[in-house]
């Protein structure tokens, strides 16, 4: 075993001669919040989609939580990005930040779903354009959006934060 010293990417930048520039919205952002609640109905059927709010394509994602009450015995969903209404609503990726979030296994409060689908650790830093692939910022908002991949066999709100920077 070696005692080590590690920096992030933004540290070593800093202490580089001569100091390189480390993308601002990573080290100095001012961080945003996109939040939305949703109602979900008793019968709401698989497919059904639930839109919570929107985000910047140029956004540096840093979490992204849900809660919502203990709703029924099979009711999950994606929890993914689409086009917004006026540019179409179609689905970017259904599932971007997670794949189908219980929400009948009890109540959950601010739980963190932005890890381990597209956005993980090892890849935080890049912006939302750059994880969907895009070679440049398109300037757009996407919407996050519910989508049930388990039908509602109960009623409850669902809300979602979504934390940022530029």
């Known amino acids: 075993m070696a005692v080590v010293t590690t920096k992030s990417a933004g ?3 800093r202490d580089a001669t001569p100091a390189v520039l480390s993308n601002s919205s990573v080290v100095k952002a001012a961080l945003q919040k996109a939040a939305g609640v949703v109602a979900i109905a008793n019968g709401d059927s698989i497919g059904s989609k639930f839109i919570v709010c929107s985000i910047p ?3 540096v994602i ?14 999950a969903a994606d929890v993914g990005l ?7 609503s179609a ?5 971007f ?16 779903i932005v890890n381990g689908n597209i956005v993980t650790v090892a890849n935080m830093e890049k912006r939302l354009y750059e994880h969907l692939s895009l070679t440049s910022d398109p300037g ?3 919407d996050v959006v519910l989508t049930l991949t388990g039908a509602a066999d109960a009623a409850g709100s669902a809300v979602v934060d979504v934390f940022y920077g530029f």
């Open 62 to 75: 840093s979490s992204c939580v849900i809660s919502a009450p203990d709703i029924g015995t099979t009711t």
């Open 91 to 95: 689905v970017v990726d259904a599932d």
């Open 11 to 13: 540290i070593t930048n």
């Open 97 to 112: 930040f997670k794949a189908a979030v219980s929400l009948n296994g009890g109540a959950i409060t601010k739980s963190e």
């Open 82 to 88: 689409y086009q917004t209404t006026a540019n179409g």
């Open 140 to 142: 757009i908002t996407y």
């Open 57 to 59: 394509s140029n956004a």
